[in-house]
């Protein structure tokens, strides 16, 4: 049973990795995807029209508009994500050498301010202008230290905070990734 499941995971995983290939324009490829309190993260590659291909950081964060709850499990909720795309790099190593970048940020002193480039969520799985987002190493009280992105978003302006479990298992999805692909 074991060499069944291995062999199906192994065909999805080799699917996907030549689905990629060929991806069209404007259409997201998910690598890697973690929630984390009221925030969700994925890393995801990004086709421009131009034919350019790069690696994203997915900034978002949740507010949760309606939610129906029924014997304390959620039925059904209304969702509203504001989103920014940090941008990793053109491939995965570009990739892999910003997320050891922000991965040392966490060393840094409190208050360490850092600016990144990133392009904003148009809203529909496509990507907008190219703009900058800004980071901050701050501690919340009884949560420890975390990067804090400061990006805006309609009218307002938007925090979502990423703690170094949520990155370090970003990071190991992103390095299997690279090994499936062998991507260089």
Known sequence: MKRILT?????IVTLSAFAQ??????MRMEIAEI???DNEFSIFTYKD??????????LGHVYRLLEVTRNDESDFTLDHVNETCLFLGA???EASATIETLMELFDAPLATVKEFPCRLSTGAERLGEPATTSCSVVKRLLQGK?????FQS?????QADLTKPALKSLRMSLNLHKKIRKDK
């Open 7 to 11: 062999v199906i995971a192994l065909a």
């Open 21 to 26: 290939k060929n991806t069209p324009a404007g």
């Open 35 to 37: 929630e984390q309190d």
């Open 49 to 58: 029209d131009d034919g350019t291909v790069g690696y994203y950081l997915s």
């Open 91 to 93: 491939d995965s190593e």
């Open 146 to 150: 975390r990067l804090c992105f400061m």
């Open 154 to 158: 309609g009218g307002h302006t938007v």
